[in-house]
């Protein structure tokens, strides 16, 4: 009883090798994502961070879903979620993720 009591106060002064937090994949995020809202400000945050790839399937996925509502921008403008992921893919061609903090909903 003595030994295991030894062994017990051992192995916790030891400490049990801490987890390292799991990365998530960009693509997964996108992957996981519905809402075009989200998936238009997810490929945003994703080519301001130099996630191209990432960026472009998240705007691609809006562009494709079957979405009957638009979206309220930054600025007032009502705009349906495949334009505005259009323009983050024209953005993301242009290279303007990475010169300037507009961003789409921004105008």
């Given at each position: ?53 990432a ?16 979206l ?36």
């Amino acid at each position: 009883m003595i030994t295991q009591a030894i062994i017990a106060t051992a192995m916790l002064m030891q400490g049990a090798p801490v987890a390292q937090p799991a990365v998530t994949q960009p693509v997964a995020l996108v992957e996981a994502q519905e809402d075009p809202a989200m998936l238009i400000n997810l490929g945003v945050e994703l080519a301001r961070a130099g996630e191209t790839e990432a960026a472009r399937l998240a705007f691609e996925k809006v562009r494709r879903m079957r979405i009957d509502y638009t979206l309220e921008t930054t600025d007032g403008r009502y705009v349906h979620p495949a334009d505005l992921a259009a323009q983050g893919l024209r953005m993301l061609e242009n290279g303007e993720f990475r010169s300037s903090d507009d961003t789409v909903l921004g105008g």
